[in-house]
């Protein structure tokens, strides 16, 4: 089996980690980052893009660029609110009221778990290239309010992304996992987690390896890109007012708005007032139109006012069912990139008159939490005890409507909850439970998790038989309900892995389709790599030519010249009537060219290294001035070759001719060594007699 890893898969950026050496390590992307924009994109070549890549490009490709898209995960159509429905891209409704996203390049729609699982995919391919190793496994963070219909959507992106989803955990928790791995004092803590699309709070007790999850709350609806969306009214509201033009109208300029947006919330968090300027934001019969603005903080703390207000009930909740005041909290750890707002921690340290622990990266805590809790299920941490918490209530449907709840919200899981019930009339043999999930008194109000009968109870009066319905919730939180009529025996059961809106069927085709379109994708992307590496091979070598004609002149080069420049030609003509065959063909000739002049051109350095050598050594000793080489050899004239100042012992014969060579003469002196072409040497000094010969 492959590794294990930890991931938190975010509404604006996701974040992958694993443990090594007992720790866990965040890894980093091919581009070098260490968090991912949780952006899917196709380009006008249908090629998948996802994090980076795909963010840059949104602004001229909004309808095929998809962002947010955590929110709509385990959503029916009709739960959503218009303005999570403003988005540049489009989203519709299919016949069973989920939701779909088109993709007008691909002409195809996608559920929101599709293209979650092209991020999954993505972060997993880049876990893989750090590793070394397959990864097979991995443990997915959710939002602690997330229901079993939104996490059951969370799982089955896993699926679709090739991974088996060992564990769903709720944010806080992995947030906390990772603050106290250390920690062997009793705590109580307090997780405030901010993220793009969802808030959370979680209060848990620490200490000696035990995690226990007193109480959770929070708001899936609620996070930093609502905070956006407050500057993108603001602005849009300003120039509808000065140009009479509704931006909100126009995909590429809500785009605009929306980067904006984002980037002034973050300058805001630094500083006190932030410039917007957006030239060419639109065009009318008057020409084009540009933005201009300026956001200063106390501006946008009075445009997000309600939504500090929308933070407030989640704590006070959170607090109460744990059965602790603010006074009972020790420690406060800040979550999520939307934490850095100023005034969300001011709001903090009024609740709690505590300092954040602001000594962890709120961008990264939650992946870390995630891979350790990833390294227990893989048996690499011990004597670590986590024990969550269900979100939401648990019961079944009663007669008139109402709701009764088996399992309060909060019960720590693993658990085991049953009930009594009777039938509603006379000789009633068959009874249906449902299921659902939810706070409020009314099923219908609540989350339907499924529904299953039990047949065959003995025809009595209403009120008479008694039906033992029992929830079971294991810590992965997947549900099984058994109904028992205790007077046949007879039960019925249902195992309920999260209302899940995606049927069997559905999954398994998607599961298909993303190895299908991986496949093609990795050939989009080789196809692509391959053109590249051509035209870079084509510069690659011409650059050599010209780099060995001016190392050793242009006749060595010639002789490559006509063969690179045709082959260059055909790898030119093969990418414009995009003939791979060709191509490939192509690329071998020049490689193989390259591979010879890179040959000669190092045999050709070797050799000129050598004559160097010894060149630098005859001058070393011998001298370089000519006069004093020609004084050292001076010796008594011979008469024998007209008097020239010749080596007693000299003939012409030595070399070939009548007149003395330009190359050295050999000569041997007493008790010297020859100098030669192969054998390097000096005479002694002592060694010269001017009345011998030699």
């Known amino acids: 089996m492959g590794r294990v890893v930890g991931i938190d898969l975010g509404t604006t950026n996701s974040v992958i980690a694993v443990m090594e050496g007992g720790r866990p390590v965040v890894i980093p992307n091919s581009e070098g980052s260490r968090i991912t924009p949780s952006v899917v994109a196709f380009n006008k070549e249908g090629e998948l893009l996802v994090g980076q890549m795909a963010r840059r490009q949104a602004v001229l490709n909004p309808q095929n660029t998809y962002y947010g898209i955590k929110r709509f995960m385990g959503r029916k159509y009709s739960e959503l609110s218009e303005a999570s429905k403003r988005v540049p891209y489009t989203i519709r409704r299919d016949e069973l009221d989920n939701i779909k996203i088109r993709c007008p390049r691909l002409k195809k729609e996608f559920a929101p778990e599709e293209i979650s699982a092209m991020i999954l995919r993505r972060l997993a391919e880049e876990a893989e290239r750090y590793l070394g190793e397959e990864v097979t496994g991995a443990v997915i963070t959710v939002p602690a309010y997330f229901n079993d219909s939104q996490r059951q959507a969370t799982r089955d992106a896993g699926r679709i992304a090739g991974l088996e989803v060992l564990r769903i955990i709720n944010e806080p928790t992995a947030a906390a996992l990772a603050y106290g791995l250390d920690k062997r004092k009793n705590e109580r803590i307090l997780v405030f987690d901010l993220g793009g699309g969802t808030f959370d ?37 300003r120039f509808l007012e000065e140009e009479g033009v509704d931006l909100r109208k126009d995909r590429q300029a809500l785009q605009r708005l929306t980067e904006a947006a984002e980037k002034a919330k973050i300058e805001l968090s630094g500083v006190s007032v932030s410039e917007i300027n957006l030239p060419f934001i639109t065009a009318t019969e008057d020409g084009p139109k540009h933005l201009e603005a300026t956001l200063t903080r106390a501006q946008f703390e009075e445009l997000c006012g309600d939504l500090v207000s929308r933070l407030r009930k989640p704590l006070q909740r959170a607090l109460k069912d744990a059965g602790m005041t603010p006074f009972d909290i020790d420690e406060v750890i800040l979550v999520g990139g939307s934490t850095r707002i100023p005034m969300v921690q001011d709001l903090v340290r009024s609740f709690i008159d505590l300092e954040p622990n602001q000594n962890i990266n709120p961008d990264e805590v939650v992946a870390m939490g995630a891979a350790i809790q990833a390294g227990i299920l893989a048996g690499e941490v011990e004597d670590i005890l986590l024990l969550d918490v269900t979100p939401l209530s648990i019961g079944v449907e009663t007669v008139g409507g109402l709701t009764k709840k088996v399992v309060p919200r909060n019960t720590t899981i693993p658990v085991r909850r049953s009930e009594i019930f009777s039938t509603s009339e006379n000789n009633q043999t068959t009874v249906e439970i449902h299921v659902v999930q ?92 391959k053109r590249n590496r051509a035209r870079a091979l084509a510069d690659q070598a011409q650059r050599r030519l010209r780099e060995v004609a001016l190392d050793f002149g242009s006749q060595f080069a010639n002789r490559y010249r006509q063969d690179i420049d045709n082959i260059c030609k055909e790898i030119l003509d093969a990418l414009e009537k995009e003939d791979d065959r060709r191509l490939d063909k192509s690329i071998a000739d020049l490689e193989d060219v390259l591979y010879e002049l890179n040959r000669e051109a190092r045999l050709q350095y070797k050799q000129e290294e050598g004559e160097g050598f010894f060149e630098s050594i005859k001058k070393t000793f011998m001298g370089d001035d000519e006069e004093e080489y020609d004084w050292r050899r001076q010796r008594q004239p011979n008469p024998r070759y007209g008097n020239r100042d010749y080596p007693a012992n000299y003939s012409p014969r030595d070399n070939g001719d009548s007149y003395p060579s330009a190359n050295p003469p050999r000569y041997k002196p007493e008790g010297g060594y020859r100098i030669g072409k192969k054998n390097l040497s000096i005479p002694y000094e002592n060694d010269w007699d001017d009345d011998d010969d030699w």
Do not use: H
């Open 201 to 237: 709070v979680s209060i848990l007790e620490v200490g000696d390896g035990v995690f226990e999850v007193k109480a959770t709350s929070g708001d899936t609806q609620l996070g930093g890109n609502d905070f956006d969306k407050k500057i993108v009214d603001w602005l849009a509201d």
């Open 438 to 529: 939810g706070e409020r008194e009314m099923a219908a109000d609540n989350k339907s998790l499924g529904r299953f009968k039990l047949t065959g109870i003995p025809p009595a009066p209403r009120g008479v038989p008694q039906i033992q319905v029992s929830f079971d919730i294991d810590a992965n939180g997947i549900l099984q309900v058994i109904a028992r009529d205790k007077t046949t025996g007879r039960e019925q059961s249902i195992v309920i892995q999260g209302a899940s809106n995606l049927p069997p069927s559905e999954i398994e085709r998607m599961i298909k389709e993303a190895e299908e379109f991986a496949q093609l994708d990795r050939q989009r992307r080789e196809r692509v790599e």
